[in-house]
Nanobody
Framework: QVQLVESGGGLVQAGGSLRLSCAASGSITSVDDMAWFRQAPGKQRELVAVITFGGGTNYTDSVKGRFTITRDNAKKTVYLQMNSLKPEDTAVYYC???????????????WGQGTQVTVSS
């Protein structure tokens, strides 16, 4: 069974930095697109950043120039470096990955459990 385990959330002051990590484990053949989403209280979950297996990236406008998504394919891990954090970045951050298990013929989408990021003003 595939699991995505996140780490790195916490409380930080505005202008500070945090680095989130998300590692995929299980009987995995390959991991395709990996992404970070976030959900603030009372708001819908939104896509923050996505990275392809080959390293292509895309970001939502509000984080461009401040956040960087990277991945280590050998470790099946995706990272989100968050700099110049703002109070409006406060949310639960979820990682998502398209994972091909050894028993499957196509990738399935999996989610992590979420990690809280709180930015104080």
């Amino acid at each position: 069974q595939v699991q995505l385990v996140e780490s790195g959330g916490g409380l930080v002051q505005a202008g500070g930095s945090l680095r989130l990590s998300c590692a995929a484990s299980g009987s995995i053949t390959s991991v395709d697109d990996m992404a970070w989403f976030r959900q603030a209280p009372g708001k819908q979950r939104e896509l923050v950043a996505v990275i392809t297996f080959g390293g292509g990236t895309n970001y939502t406008d509000s984080v461009k120039g401040r956040f960087t998504i990277t991945r280590d394919n050998a470790k099946k891990t995706v990272y989100l470096q968050m700099n110049s954090l703002k109070p409006e970045d406060t949310a639960v951050y979820y990682c998502s990955a398209a994972v091909m298990e050894t028993t499957d013929w196509y990738p399935r989408n999996y989610w992590g459990q979420g990690t809280q990021v709180t930015v104080s003003s």
